[in-house]
């Protein structure tokens, strides 16, 4: 089924279109390049294909179709979520952690490291929300339907086969979602999910950056991203030593500003009901 807002997106490409255009249009045939019309046909044009632009290219995506990555909520909650992992030995010390705090947390894999270590994802599984993040962690911005959807397909396959569980939550490689990439997820029964707050993990920054980066930009309902992977690498190429020593102290201060801790379907489910 196609989201309502492919009707929206198609309108603001033509817009993007008729607009550019029809500016260029009237320079061609001698009209003044700073007329009003000119003006206002390329500025609506040129707005439209840059919404386009920034839309494609957001991990809160909404003219493609809907991106989970807040709940409107006013409640002090949030969810954790890790990505790129199962990845010894980071994965197994983040779980250490998030038992000892007595905290549920939503784990995007990547179905190619499930298959290198298929009991650490189900060990996940069993106490965590898992998602979907693709096979290979692959840019798939400007992928065409069929790549998005093999991609998606041995995700699903891998982490099914590992946990017994088919994840309805699936999260874009690299934040950017097309709409080609959400209806694809969608199509599988996943909802496409982004995030409010990240830490830019990824560069190795010193722990007690990657801390205050995630407290600066989190707010109630929000969705924090930070990674116990890093794409298909396995340890030692794949290094999160400062990104899993930074996890309890940022659980401390949350806790500390009266934050609670839900799973990203919980944090769904708590932003439906506020809206109904
Ligand atoms: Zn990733």
């Known amino acids: 089924m196609k989201h309502p807002r492919t009707h929206v997106w198609k ?5 993007a279109i008729c607009g550019t255009a ?39 995506s909404w003219l493609y179709g809907p991106v989970f990555w807040h709940a409107r909520t006013d409640e002090r909650v949030v969810a954790l979520t890790f990505d790129d ?18 905290i549920r947390a939503t784990f995007f894999q990547v179905g190619n490291n499930v298959k290198r270590e298929p009991n ?10 898992v998602g979907n993040h693709t096979f290979t ?19 699903q396959e891998a982490i099914h086969e590992a946990t017994g569980t088919l994840p309805q939550l699936f999260r874009v490689p690299h934040g950017w979602y097309g709409p ?11 909802r496409c999910v982004g995030w409010s707050v990240m830490a830019w993990d990824w560069d190795r920054p010193p722990s007690d950056v990657i801390q205050s980066r ?6 109630p309902g929000g969705v924090t991203l930070l990674h116990d992977g890093q794409d298909t690498d396995a340890f030692p190429k794949a290094d999160r030593s400062h990104t899993i020593a930074a996890v309890s102290d940022i659980i401390s201060s949350l806790r500390a500003s009266g934050y609670g801790f839900l799973t990203v379907p919980e944090l769904m489910e708590l932003d439906a009901s506020r809206r109904a």
């Open 137 to 155: 962690h692959p840019h798939l911005t400007w992928s065409r339907s069929g790549t998005v959807r093999e991609e998606l397909l041995r995700g």
């Open 180 to 190: 080609q990439v959400i209806s694809g997820a969608e199509e599988l029964g996943m």
């Open 11 to 15: 309108a603001a490409a033509a817009t």
């Open 22 to 60: 029809l500016a260029g249009l009237r320079t061609v045939r001698g009209r003044p390049v700073r007329s009003v019309p000119t003006l206002a046909a390329a500025g609506a044009g040129m707005a439209a294909g840059g919404l386009m632009a920034y839309e494609w290219l957001t991990p809160r």
């Open 214 to 219: 995630i407290l600066h930009g989190v707010g």
């Open 120 to 129: 650490l994802s189900a060990e996940v599984a069993s106490q965590h929300e």
């Open 85 to 102: 992992g199962p990845c010894h030995p980071y994965t197994e010390r983040l779980l250490e952690i998030l038992d000892r705090e007595g």
